[in-house]
Structure formats: C-alpha cells, structure tokens
C-alpha cells in the first residue's frame, strides 16, 4: 500500500487521510468512490496478487486439502481470488463498501465470500482461518489504533495458524510522517503479546530512496 505513486496522487491520499485522527478507516470509502472505477486513482491497486505473497506461496508445499483463508483489507481482490485458485476456502473483507462491489464487478463467478468489514470493529461471529493475509492495512491506520488493529488481526488466527503480515518497517520509535506510517519492532512485537510466534521473516527494499520492507510469517 502507497508505494511509489504520482504525486498528484500521493497528494489526495494525505488530503483524505487527514481525517484519520477521528475517522482512523472512513476515508477509504472516499477514495474508492472518488475513484469512479479508476484503478489508476487507487494506489494499492496493481491488478495482480502482491508479489511478496505470491512468492511466499511459491516456497510453500503442495496443499494438501483446501485450506480456510482470510485476507485483511483485501481491496480489489487479486489477492483473495489467488488463493482461491490454489484451492483455499477463502473470505476477505474490506471496510469500503465500494470495494467489495468492485470486487464482486470483477470477479462475478468467484467462489470468494466477499465482506463489508471493518478491522477495528469486528463483529464476534468471524470465525479465525488456518491463513490469514494482513497486506499494509495496518501502516494505514494511526499509531493511536495499532494494538486495536494488532488484537483484531490476531484474533483472526486459527489454533496451528499462519499469519502472513505485509509492512513497512520503520527504524525507531519516534513517530512517522504519512501516510503510510510504518510500523516499529515495538508494534510488531504485539503480535508475540497475542499468541503468535514469528517464524521467518524477508526483508526488501523498494524505491528511491529505498524504503525498508519486511513480510513476517506467524505461527499460533
């Protein structure tokens, strides 16, 4: 989420995420609707699954059966509709009601369960999933609402579960201009706090100057 982008773009993202403060997830909406079917004016949007999971999928083993996923904030559904090719059982949920409609719009024969949702105020009755994909949702949202967003994902995770996390990783504790805000090792730690065991994680650099990447795999 927000890699290198136009600047004109870069400018109506901060412009709408100034709400964030008091509306951490409202202003997502905003954006897909101002889009107006532009995938050219949502700058997550790349059509294709996210490249660092589509090579963590190719260094897993053959699936054995279908497995229960979850994708996290999956926007236009390359990542979710991915899985489900691979032969996961798969649910993904976004809090822009206007996403999962395109979503539905492009993929109207997917056997994706397509949601409104939002991350920091989940209803009880989501079940955990075997995998879950957490891609740059929370470099989203304010430092203020990060554990909020750490518990939710967390509880997510099914018992023997895989969290699969997507971010920017920042070096210190201080904290960051955006968005996006990167997230700290203090941050992440809060995933230990929750259950999950950190057991790989890949680092990258992307851009000029280059930005600090990291995908970290979890095990409950």
Not at 28 to 53: M, R
Not at 68 to 97: H, K, N, T
Not at 161 to 182: C, I, Q, S
């Amino acid at each position: 989420m927000f890699e290198q982008q136009p600047e004109t773009l870069r400018q109506t993202v901060q412009q709408l995420s100034a709400t964030a403060s008091t509306d951490p997830t409202g202003w997502f909406d905003v954006l897909y609707q101002k889009a107006q079917g532009d995938t050219a004016q949502v700058p997550w949007a790349k059509l294709a699954p996210h490249p660092y999971l589509q090579d963590w999928l190719s260094q897993q083993s053959q699936l054995q059966a279908p497995t229960s996923a979850l994708v996290i904030g999956c926007g236009l559904g390359d990542d979710a509709e991915r899985l489900q090719e691979l032969g996961y059982g798969v649910r993904a949920f976004d809090v822009s009601p206007t996403a999962i409609a395109w979503c539905q719009k492009r993929f109207p024969q997917s056997d994706v369960h397509y949601a409104v949702a939002d991350l920091l105020n989940l209803e009880s009755n989501w079940e955990p999933a075997e995998f879950v994909f957490e891609c740059r949702n929370i470099q989203a949202l304010p430092l203020e609402v990060r554990s909020q967003a750490i518990q939710s994902i967390s509880r997510l995770v099914a018992p023997q579960g895989t969290l699969l996390v997507v971010t920017r990783l920042r070096e210190d504790e201080a904290a960051p201009e955006g968005p996006p805000w990167p997230l700290s090792e203090s941050e992440l730690a809060e995933f230990a706090k929750q259950g999950l065991k950190e057991v790989n994680r890949a680092q990258f650099l992307e851009g000029d100057p280059a930005i600090t990447q990291v995908r970290i795999e979890y095990r409950r």
